[in-house]
């Protein structure tokens, strides 16, 4: 598998590092645009191949300068769940204007675009009668949900006014190597990991009952790169998931049992405005059918090898991340 000149919107963040590791040595340069907002420099690879930009997707001037060259796009800059909900302008400045000004400068400056992945979210199904969840269904309630669900939109009308080749990827509850918990808003899994390291009980929001499909970031990264070359993908949305649910109380007593304490406390807080969704899981018998993508990893040995990369060095966690990228 081949790329040529790749961006990476986000490739700072969690997904976008490990996807510019998988990346490298795949792709003749890769330019990265991140804001630093949640993201973190250090996460990305060292290598002549990279060109970092520490700014926003929303700088017109600067995608004008680099998208020329650029012949695959993958879009992953994002104010996140959180964020969205404290800062309603912000989420839409970045998520959607974001999402949109990129669409609009791909469409006038990349003649060379082979294919821009928009990398959307689960988020959109809210609470879905039907699990696990297919493509088809939608509900919106929150700013995060309304500005993916909107470039979503946006992606639709640059596939058929102006046939841009963008393949739409809704991704459930990444978790793996690289989710850092430095960055605060990283998901519970590593944030359950954190409170087990420092000796805190894990914090549960709401009953526990909850449910989430968690899918291993290589897993997701497979789905991407796949999806970004196949040509059967070309304007078309897709679910990315295990189509297993996981109650937060059975994720804990995982994680617990993964790191040999198993018998680990943890305590109930009240819910807080962005924990609306009851059960999900995602439907994705539809990139199996296109491209035969299906998660691999099964949770008990994702959650086992991101423990393994939680408590190694830097060293080892560089040879586990080369490792799979080969
Ligand atoms: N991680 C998940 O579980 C998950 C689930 C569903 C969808 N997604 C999608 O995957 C993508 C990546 O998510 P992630 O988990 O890596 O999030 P992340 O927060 O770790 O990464 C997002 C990156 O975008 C950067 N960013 C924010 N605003 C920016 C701006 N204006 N200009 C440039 N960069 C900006 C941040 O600094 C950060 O590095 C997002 O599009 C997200 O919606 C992630």
Request: hydrophobic share 35%; charged share 20%; glycine share 8%.
């Amino acid at each position: 598998m081949k790329f040529g000149s790749v961006l990476v919107t986000g490739g700072a963040g969690f997904v976008g590092s490990q996807l510019v590791k998988r990346l490298l040595p795949l792709a003749d340069h890769i330019t990265i645009i991140d804001d630093l907002s949640t993201g973190n420099r250090q996460a990305i690879p060292d290598s002549d191949k990279i060109t970092f930009y520490q700014d926003s997707v929303t700088n017109e001037g600067l995608l004008q300068a680099v998208l020329p060259e650029v012949e695959w796009v993958f879009h992953l800059s994002c104010r996140n769940l959180v964020l969205s909900a404290e800062n309603l302008e912000a989420d839409f400045h970045t998520n959607l204007y974001g999402g949109f000004l990129l669409l609009n400068l791909v469409k006038k400056y990349c003649h060379g675009l082979r294919r821009m992945i928009y990398t959307s979210t689960a988020s959109v199904y809210g609470n879905a009668p039907v699990i696990p969840t297919p493509e088809s269904f939608y509900q919106i309630t929150m700013p995060y949900s309304a500005s993916k669900f909107s470039v979503e939109h946006y992606c639709q009308v640059f596939i058929h006014m102006y046939q841009l080749p963008v393949t739409i990827l809704r991704l459930s509850n990444l978790y793996g190597p690289g989710q850092l918990t430095s960055n605060p808003y990283c998901g519970v899994v590593s944030k359950f990991f954190e409170a087990i390291e420092q000796g805190r009980p894990m914090t549960i929001y709401g009953d526990g009952r909850q449910s989430r499909d968690f899918t291993f970031i290589q897993d997701a990264l497979d789905a991407i790169l796949l999806a970004a070359r196949h040509p059967h993908t070309v304007g078309k949305v897709y679910n990315v998931g295990t189509g297993k649910e996981t109650s937060i109380l059975e994720l804990a007593a995982a994680i617990a049992k993964v790191t040999g304490k198993q018998e680990y406390p943890y305590e109930f807080q009240e819910k807080r405005t962005v924990d609306r969704v009851v059960r999900r899981a995602l439907d994705a018998r539809s990139l199996q059918q296109d491209i035969e993508w299906t998660a691999k990893v099964a949770l008990e040995d994702g959650l086992r090898r991101t423990y393994q990369w939680l408590t190694g060095t830097e060293h080892e966690r560089d040879e586990e991340m080369t490792d799979k990228s080969e």
